[in-house]
């Protein structure tokens, strides 16, 4: 079992940043691929950010290189810095961890989920 408690969310004016934070319980956090996901009302859930167990990175089409993921192994740890906000990136923020070194962008592949923190960029 893995638990995930993020944190770090808030209100933010348009063109500001944040970083969001995920620890992660649990002694194998580097056998995780982890993920950050999104989802606004009446929207989807979307992926953000991922990062294999080998400190890949891999970004969703949105987030057009404002975003940086990062783990940090001896912590449990994985971090999203977000850049640049946009009244589109408010949302609520979910940390998610699966299986395995592999990076999908698929919510169900994922076997562990953080409560989610909200992000609001007001327009």
């Known amino acids: 079992q893995v638990q995930l408690v993020e944190s770090g969310g808030g209100l933010v004016q348009a063109g500001g940043s944040l970083r969001l934070s995920c620890a992660a319980s649990?002694?194998?956090?580097?056998?995780?691929?982890m993920a950050w996901f999104r989802q606004a009302p009446g929207k989807e859930r979307e992926f953000v950010a991922g990062i294999s167990g080998g400190s890949r990175t891999y970004y969703g089409d949105s987030i057009e290189g404002r975003f940086a993921i990062s783990r940090d192994n001896a912590k449990n740890t994985v971090y999203l810095q977000m850049t640049s906000l946009k009244p589109d990136d408010t949302a609520v923020y979910s940390c998610?961890?699966?299986?395995?070194?592999?990076?999908?962008?698929?919510?169900?592949?994922?076997?562990?989920w953080g409560q989610g923190t909200q992000v609001t960029v007001p327009s």
């Open positions: 998610a961890a699966r299986t395995g070194l592999v990076v999908l962008t698929t919510p169900t592949r994922y076997d562990y």
């Open positions: 649990g002694r194998t956090f580097n056998g995780y691929a």
